[in-house]
Each structure stands twice: as C-alpha cells, then as structure tokens.
Antibody, heavy 121, light 107 residues
Framework: EVQLVESGGGLVKPGGSLRLSCAASGFTFSSYSMNWVRQAPGKGLEWVSSISSSSSYIYYADSVKGRFTISRDNAKNSLYLQMNSLRAEDTAVYYC??????????????WGQGTLVTVSS | DIQLTQSPSFLSASVGDRVTITCRASQGISSYLAWYQQKPGKAPKLLIYAASTLQSGVPSRFSGSGSGTEFTLTISSLQPEDFATYYCQQLNSYPRRFGQGTKVEIK
C-alpha cells in the first residue's frame, strides 16, 4: 500500500526556518517525481515545488523561490522541504504528493495527510 | 504562467442532480489537466487525469472532457459522499497551478 507521511510542521516565528519531511513506503520511491503542495487555512491548493526522481529537475513556485529548497534521499525513501525566511503567508498545511505517469498522463495520484506550518510571532 | 479559472466557485445541488464544473485555462494546455476532490480536513483525491481518464477506483458517475483551454468535470448523479470541493490542475508547464476550487454543497 502506498503511504506518504509528512512530519516537521509546527509553530515558527517570522524569519525562521523549518524542515519538512515526507516518508514514503509501498512503492519504489526512486522511480517517481514528487511534489509539495500547500493549502492556507480556508483557502485553495497551491503548488509549491517539484523534484524529479533523480533530483535532476527541480521547480518552484515564484512565491517560495529563493527561500525554499526541495530535496530527496532515495536511499531513505524520503522527500524534504527546507523552508527559510518564513513569512506569515507561508502558514498552511503542506502535502507531499507522488507524480504518476508522463506527458499527458501526468498526475498527483497519492497524497500524504499533510503537516501544518504556522508562522506567527 | 498559465492561469486556471473554475466556475462556478460555489454550487448548491441536490442528491441525484447532474452537476457540471468548468475549468478554463489562460492558454492552450492540450489535455494536460487533472481533477481532484477534497473533503474538509482531508488530503485531495485524484479523480480524473489527461482531461478525461478516470482514475482507478473512482465511480463512473464522474467524467471529464475538454482540451485546449476549456474543460469540464461532470457528476452524472450527485451522491451524498460527493459534497466536497473540486480542483482542476494543469500539468502542461511549470508552475503546476490549481484552479481556485468549486465547493459543492447540499441544497
């Protein structure tokens, strides 16, 4: 069974840092691209970042570029999101999601349960 | 960047109704579109990908259509468990934006 379990969320002051983790199981992690998607309280989904299976291709939303860094450790079946210079508007539930398929068949087919990040003084 | 606009943002319907949600892209994205369902406090769930391909395990009352800039998600006969928020996402280019969501509530 595919499982994605996020951790590392919490309360952090503006300007602070946090590292999120996503532990993957039930599939060959090293074969899949992965994404981070966030959702501010009461708001819609916002795509944050994407990393290819071998970390060769990495993309970010403009809202986090230069502050967040996505990475992965295929030996540990884990995905990470290092978040620096955090702002109040980064407050959200952060989901990791698996990318399935290629080309037109690309989709986010499995999602974790999410971890809440609150940026407040 | 490609923008996605969903309509309506809010929809009130009854069990058994046929429901259609539209997603418009600011430029052509072929069929690089997926639809997700999200219930309160839960992670999104994939319903449709490649604009019209039903994800395994999703009931056949859900269907998707369209290509280019206009797409629709249709629920042929709304069931109690379908009351949720629905999002489209484009996977043609980065950033992989989502639409703003359509909340389907009980009439």
């Amino acid at each position: 069974e595919v499982q994605l379990v996020e951790s590392g969320g919490g309360l952090v002051k503006p300007g602070g840092s946090l590292r999120l983790s996503c532990a993957a199981s039930g599939f060959t992690f090293s074969s899949y691209s992965m994404n981070w998607v966030r959702q501010a309280p009461g708001k819609g989904l916002e795509w944050v970042s994407s990393i290819s299976s071998s970390s060769s291709y990495i993309y970010y939303a403009d809202s986090v570029k230069g502050r967040f860094t996505i990475s992965r450790d295929n030996a540990k079946n884990s995905l990470y999101l290092q978040m620096n210079s955090l702002r109040a508007e980064d407050t959200a539930v952060y989901y990791c999601a698996r990318v399935r398929g290629s080309g037109i068949a690309n989709r986010l087919d499995y999602w974790g349960q999410g971890t809440l990040v609150t940026v407040s003084s | 960047d490609i923008q996605l606009t969903q309509s309506p943002s809010f929809l009130s319907a009854s069990v058994g109704d046929r429901v259609t949600i539209t997603c418009r892209a600011s430029q052509g994205i072929s069929s690089y579109l997926a639809w997700y369902q999200q219930k309160p406090g839960k992670a999104p769930k994939l319903l449709i990908y490649a604009a019209s391909t039903l994800q395994s395990g999703v009931p056949s009352r859900f269907s998707g259509s369209g290509s280019g800039t206009e797409f629709t998600l249709t629920i042929s006969s709304l069931q109690p468990e379908d009351f949720a928020t629905y999002y489209c996402q484009q996977l043609n280019s980065y950033p992989r934006r989502f639409g703003q969501g359509t909340k389907v509530e009980i009439k």
